[in-house]
């Protein structure tokens, strides 16, 4: 497959052990399709962006909004869920790299 033959090449090649958690974490959100409810890019769509709210919340409420999630209100709790919860801090360092304009939409992170 694929994505996991580029999960495993990213993981070999480390460019830089920070630059590795980036693109496992650009690979998770992308394997869980959060741009099914939150839109190309993740920039809103049925669902809030998400780049958005790495602008405005802290660090903590980033990662309480996934891992908890608010399922009444259509977003999933992703803790438990190996693939998010073994990432979690490397999204939200996605995120908020994308937010402050460090990252580009869509690239892989250094490989744009
Ligand atoms: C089934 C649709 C769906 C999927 C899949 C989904 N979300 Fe959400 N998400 C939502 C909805 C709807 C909200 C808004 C909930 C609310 O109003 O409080 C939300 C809210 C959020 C928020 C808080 C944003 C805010 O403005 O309150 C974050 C962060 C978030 N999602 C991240 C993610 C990530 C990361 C993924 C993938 C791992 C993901 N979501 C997958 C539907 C989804």
């Excluded at 909004?65 to 608010?70: F, P, Q, R, V, Y």
């Excluded at 209100?73 to 937010?99: K, S, T, V, W």
Aim: proline fraction near 5%; hydrophobic fraction near 45%.
């Amino acid at each position: 497959m694929a994505g996991v033959s580029l999960f495993a090449r990213a993981q070999t090649q480390t460019p830089g052990a920070a630059d590795a958690a980036l693109v496992d974490a650009w690979r998770a959100v992308r394997v869980a399709d959060c741009a099914r409810c939150h839109g190309k890019d993740h920039e809103g769509l049925a669902a809030p962006s998400i780049v958005g709210f790495a602008r405005t919340q802290s660090r903590e409420r980033f990662i309480a909004a996934i891992l908890d999630g608010n399922p009444q209100m259509g977003m999933p709790a992703y803790r438990g869920n190996p693939l998010i919860e073994n990432h979690i801090d490397a999204i939200q360092r996605y995120f908020a790299a994308r937010a402050d304009g460090s990252l580009a939409a869509g690239a892989m992170p250094g490989r744009e």
